[in-house]
């Protein structure tokens, strides 16, 4: 906002506008980052040093079912270890504009990392927001707290919300829930789904990985009460492609078919592990890598799509990530139209600095990425026609060679 006055009547203007639009409705005004697509500019949704933090990072995205978005992020005071809180912020809009910052749990020196989600949309408990996350003792983190549950291993917690994310269940310690007494650690950034297909419909299914770091492996928690009781599925074998897996992300597919999506770890490959599970997440094939989905070991997200354009309807995945090998760096969009097993080639769109993203649809034909971007200066959402990306994704396959 420009005015002709004197450099203290600019910013009276701007602060009383500023409070006149919270105080009207309830949310900031929108502040946009460079990164653009098809000529939108992001919104940036947290900010570091303007948030209350010096540091904001680990977004996740979820879209209620009533549209309302929901982004968890980490509040830090310094690195991945660094007194870091769960906060979160709200959007009525579809993401346009943001409520004001909420705290959900602070620890004081303890350090709470990698928000999870997942909202019921059936069954028992509809409408209830589960959010996980897990907790280190002040000094240390995944290099060396001990493995089972004493006060030198991490401790794993679950909050609930009923209102849509407004106001939340006090901090309920769930470790010997989720974690196995031989693991010293255990999480993953992102969200949990409820299975739709088969029958396991209606079923929680939450993505984890656990330590310790020399031998970390994958596993889901899963639900099939609407949360009020849960149990650990089988860990997913790291295979025979080098290296495990990491952070991880799930999706089902039509017929019913969980796959996973995770970053490769233990001198992995650079690019994603990937693996299936046909009975609702208990049991996987082994890992493999996908080296049609470059990784420079960084979260990524997927996420699953129905949706029928002029009358064709097309399923499948999308993939969201940095396409490089050697830096988190080209924030780019793949498309599959056969369940993961092939992909589109990479569509950019976020040049430059681009780390840690979750994908969510925010609207009908909407897709939203909640991404880190400016060298993580600021965590944005980015939107993008779903419509547009599967047209894309189809007319490069049109295009493709065959081969004789």
């Given at each position: 906002m420009k005015h002709p006055f004197s450099a203290l009547s600019v910013l009276t203007t701007i602060l009383l506008a500023t409070l006149n639009t919270v105080q009207a409705t309830g949310h900031e005004p929108p502040r946009e980052t460079e990164a653009t697509v098809s000529g939108a500019p992001a919104v940036v949704v947290f900010e570091a040093g303007v948030d209350g933090y010096s540091h904001i990072r680990i977004p996740s995205l979820l879209m209620l079912e009533d549209g309302t978005l929901l982004a968890f992020a980490e509040g830090r005071a310094g690195g991945d270890h660094a007194k870091n809180d769960i906060i979160l912020k709200r959007s009525a809009d579809r993401g346009m504009t943001?409520?004001?910052?909420?705290?959900?749990?602070?620890?004081?020196?303890?350090?709470?990392?990698?928000?999870?989600?997942?909202?019921?949309?059936?069954?028992?408990?509809?409408?209830?927001?589960?959010?996980?996350?897990?907790?280190?003792?002040?000094?240390?983190?995944?290099?060396?707290?001990?493995?089972?549950?004493?006060?030198?291993?991490?401790?794993?917690?679950?909050?609930?919300?009923?209102?849509?994310?407004?106001?939340?269940?006090?901090?309920?310690?769930?470790?010997?829930?989720?974690?196995?007494?031989?693991?010293?650690?255990?999480?993953?950034?992102?969200?949990?789904?409820?299975?739709?297909?088969?029958?396991?419909?209606?079923?929680?299914?939450?993505?984890?990985?656990?330590?310790?770091?020399?031998?970390?492996?994958?596993?889901?928690?899963?639900?099939?009460?609407?949360?009020?009781?849960?149990?650990?599925?089988?860990?997913?074998?790291?295979?025979?492609d080098g290296g495990g897996g990491d952070e991880v992300a799930v999706a089902e597919l039509t017929d019913g078919t969980l796959i996973l999506n995770a970053r490769g770890h233990n001198g992995a490959p650079r690019s994603r592990k990937t693996a299936r599970s046909t009975d609702g997440g208990r049991t996987w094939t082994p890992l493999a890598n996908d080296p049609a989905l470059p990784s420079p070991h960084c979260m990524a997200s997927i996420l699953h799509f129905d949706r029928t354009i002029d009358g064709i309807r097309r399923t499948g995945l999308l993939y969201a990530g940095p396409w490089s090998t050697n830096g988190r760096v080209a924030g780019s969009i793949a498309v599959?139209?056969?369940?993961?097993?092939?992909?589109?080639?990479?569509?950019?769109?976020?040049?430059?600095?681009?780390?840690?993203?979750?994908?969510?649809?925010?609207?009908?034909?909407?897709?939203?990425?909640?991404?880190?971007g400016d060298k993580y200066a600021r965590i944005?959402?980015?939107?993008?026609?779903?419509?547009?990306?599967?047209?894309?994704?189809?007319?490069?396959?049109?295009?493709?060679?065959?081969?004789?």
């Open positions: 943001w409520g004001s910052l909420q705290i959900l749990d602070d620890q004081g020196g303890d350090s709470l990392n990698d928000p999870m989600a997942v909202e019921i949309r059936r069954g028992p408990n509809r409408g209830r927001i589960h959010l996980f996350y897990m907790s280190f003792p002040e000094g240390c983190h995944t290099n060396c707290v001990k493995p089972g549950y004493g006060p030198d291993s991490s401790r794993n917690w679950m909050m609930t919300s009923d209102d849509g994310g407004r106001t939340w269940t006090t901090p309920a310690d769930i470790t010997e829930v989720v974690r196995r007494p031989t693991s010293s650690f255990a999480g993953s950034p992102g969200v949990g789904i409820q299975l739709e297909h088969g029958e396991k419909a209606g079923r929680l299914v939450v993505p984890y990985r656990q330590g310790p770091l020399s031998r970390v492996q994958i596993y889901m928690l899963y639900s099939d009460d609407g949360g009020d009781t849960w149990a650990r599925g089988e860990l997913v074998g790291n295979g025979t599959s139209l056969d369940g993961g097993r092939t992909w589109s080639k990479p569509m950019e769109v976020v040049p430059g600095s681009f780390a840690y993203s979750q994908l969510s649809m925010i609207g009908d034909g909407e897709v939203g990425l909640l991404y880190e944005a959402l980015l939107r993008r026609s779903l419509d547009a990306l599967i047209g894309e994704s189809v007319a490069d396959a049109s295009t493709a060679p065959t081969t004789p």
